[in-house]
């Protein structure tokens, strides 16, 4: 069974400064793919970023990015210019690749805090 | 374009009773998911529907069962509540058509059992 590892409950960064969120995974599979979601106190889940498992390219939207080791089974997230605005729970999903969308397997999340 | 629709907000229930929550997705998406969260299991996937047909199933107990309409609403059924089944509960659409596809969440919808 896949398996998605937050190690980081909680992480500060100052305003305008970066900051690095750890997401480690299992997996037997070679196709599926990673997420970073994002859930402010709105409790909406907003996906940040997407990275597909046969792309060596790390995804980049914006400010955010990640750090995909396909070998080292790690995905992280890096927000640089860090907003005020960033400030939620960040998850680190997984989807397999051979079927279903609807199904992720989720991290137990890390509480992002901003200070100005 | 709406987003996706989570009725109602809030629900309060007591144990024992049954509660349906309520999920419109974006309009032309076919697929509806449900997740449970609760502080102490995280996010935990309940189940996919997509054109009327559960797809998926996650590893919970029969008192929590959906269905899916030819509109694409979705609704959850909860069954003899514990105070376990405490959570926020998320929806999440999308169309389906390719395997990277999307999801869009909605608000949830925050259950307790007292």
């Known amino acids: 069974a896949q398996t998605v590892t937050q190690s980081q409950p909680e992480m500060s960064v100052q305003e305008a400064e970066t900051v690095t969120l750890s997401c480690t995974y299992d997996t037997s599979e070679s196709d599926y793919y990673l997420f970073w979601y994002k859930q402010p106190p709105s409790r909406q889940m907003i996906l940040v970023i997407r990275q597909e498992a046969y792309k060596q390219q790390n995804a980049t939207e914006n400010r955010f990015s990640v750090n995909f080791q396909k070998a080292a089974k790690s995905f992280s997230l890096k927000i640089s210019d860090s907003q005020l605005g960033d400030a939620a729970m960040y998850f680190c999903a997984y989807s397999s690749g051979s079927s279903n969308t609807g199904k992720l397997i989720f991290g137990q999340g890390t509480t992002l805090q901003v200070k100005p | 374009k709406a987003g996706v629709t989570q009725t109602p907000r809030y629900l309060i229930k007591t144990r024992g009773q049954q509660v349906t929550l309520s999920c419109s997705p974006i309009?032309?998406?076919?697929?509806v998911s449900w997740y449970q969260q609760t502080p102490g299991q995280g996010l935990q996937f309940l189940f996919e529907y997509f054109s009327e047909t559960q797809r998926n199933k996650g590893n919970f107990p029969g008192r929590f069962s959906g269905r899916q309409f030819s509109n694409s609403r979705s609704e959850m059924n909860v069954s003899t509540l514990e105070l376990g089944d405490s959570a926020l509960y998320l929806c999440?659409?999308?169309?389906?058509?390719?395997?990277?596809?999307?999801?869009?969440f909605g608000s949830g919808t925050q259950l307790s059992v007292l």
């Open positions: 309009s032309g998406h076919r697929s």
């Open positions: 999440a659409s999308s169309n389906r058509d390719r395997v990277d596809e999307k999801l869009f």
